[in-house]
């Protein structure tokens, strides 16, 4: 059993950046990869980032390559996803998410997700 609790959403203009974090607790930590789904009013959740906990493998969705990195700190059981040159279109709730037995490559979809937060919001705005 896993407990995830993120934080640090806010408001921020286009173009800058921000830093979400997300406490892991728990046992067997490294049977899991964890990672971020983001849900925007009317749509879906849609898988954003993961890292394998074991390893640190990490995938990433296409919209965001390049502006944001997600990493892992084992030492405090804590992962982050910093994000750079943000969008409109990146305004929406952040979910951390933990998927038992999770692959980044392909296996961390909505329905691999065996545990997530509650939530925090991101809103890009000028």
């Known amino acids: 059993q896993l407990q995830l609790a993120e934080f640090g959403g806010g408001l921020v203009q286009p173009g800058g950046s921000l830093r979400l974090s997300c406490a892991v607790s728990?046992?067997?930590?490294?049977?899991?990869?964890i990672g971020w789904f983001r849900q925007a009013p009317g749509k879906e959740r849609e898988g954003v980032s993961c890292?394998?906990?074991?390893?640190?493998?990490?995938d990433y969705v296409d919209s965001v390559k390049g502006r944001f990195t997600i990493s892992r700190n084992n030492s405090n059981n804590m992962v982050h996803l910093q994000m750079h040159s943000l969008k409109p279109e990146d305004t929406a709730v952040y979910y951390c998410?933990?998927?038992?037995?999770?692959?980044?490559?392909?296996?961390?979809?909505?329905?691999?997700?065996?545990?997530w937060g509650k939530g925090t919001l991101v809103t890009v705005s000028s």
């Open positions: 998410a933990a998927s038992y037995g999770g692959d980044c490559h392909g296996k961390f979809d909505y329905d691999d997700i065996n545990y």
């Open positions: 728990g046992f067997h930590l490294d049977f899991y990869a």
């Open positions: 890292i394998m906990i074991s390893g640190g493998d990490t």
